[in-house]
């Protein structure tokens, strides 16, 4: 099947296409993986393309959001974390203010099938909560996502407050999301950036080694 039909469906917002097409391609054996690269993602990337030359406005773009989670929802549980042992504990969240989930959703996913534990504090989360679960999970790897340039600047108090209460130890801190980059992780002081899952894997395999 060509998965572009699962590209141009999740632009055209047809949720029952998207279902439709993702299980077929599955029948016809295009793994999982596949699926969520060349054509969730790569739809989600048009939009985003769409909503920059204010084609989309914002309700095309929750109903493609919609779409797309329609589709990540049926092969996300087939992209199965890794048995055994963990190999180190992460704790991922999207910032305060910023309601973006599909990129921190993608980057969990990648990172439990690459045999990590994962905590997902959700979307939207205060920096107390974060520093709290820092505290009380004690992770090997705190990952911070942000798609807006007006809430990424939380990402400087979480760094702050877990240095003011020395919990930076035995922590390394990765960040990623559309308008991050590797600047600004250093500005910032935290340990890493990724660009997409793989980077975001990449890094923390090195981080941890
Ligand atoms: C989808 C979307 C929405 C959806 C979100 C649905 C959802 N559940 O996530 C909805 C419609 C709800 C939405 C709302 C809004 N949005 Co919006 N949205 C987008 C859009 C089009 C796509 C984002 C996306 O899903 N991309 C696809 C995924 C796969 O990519 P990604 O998120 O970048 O993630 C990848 C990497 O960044 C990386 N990554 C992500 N996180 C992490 C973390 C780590 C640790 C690592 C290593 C890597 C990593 O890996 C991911 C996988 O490859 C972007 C445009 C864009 N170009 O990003 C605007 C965008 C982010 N939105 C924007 C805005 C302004 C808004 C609204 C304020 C609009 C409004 N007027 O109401 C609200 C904000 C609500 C809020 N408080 O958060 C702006 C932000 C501008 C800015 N200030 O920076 C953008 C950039 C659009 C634009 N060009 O103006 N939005």
Known sequence: MDLDKIKKAIIDMDDGAVKT????????????????????????KEVGRLFSEQVYFVPEVLLASEAFYIGFNIISPLIKPQQGKSKAKVVMC????????????????????????????GRNVAVKRIVDAVEKEKPDVLAMSSLMTTTMMS???????????????????????APLNQEFCDQIGADGYGCDAQEAVQLIEELIK
């Open 21 to 44: 097409l993702v299980e077929t391609a599955l029948k016809e054996k295009i793994s999982a993986q596949e699926i969520l690269q060349n054509s969730l993602i790569a739809g989600m």
């Open 155 to 177: 990402m400087t108090e979480v760094i702050k407050e877990l240095d003011k209460m020395g919990l930076r130890k035995n922590l390394k801190i990765i960040v990623g999301g």
């Open 94 to 121: 999207v910032i305060e203010g910023d309601i973006h989930d599909i990129g921190k959703n993608i980057v969990k996913v990648m990172i439990e099938a690459a045999g990590y534990e994962v905590i997902d504090l």
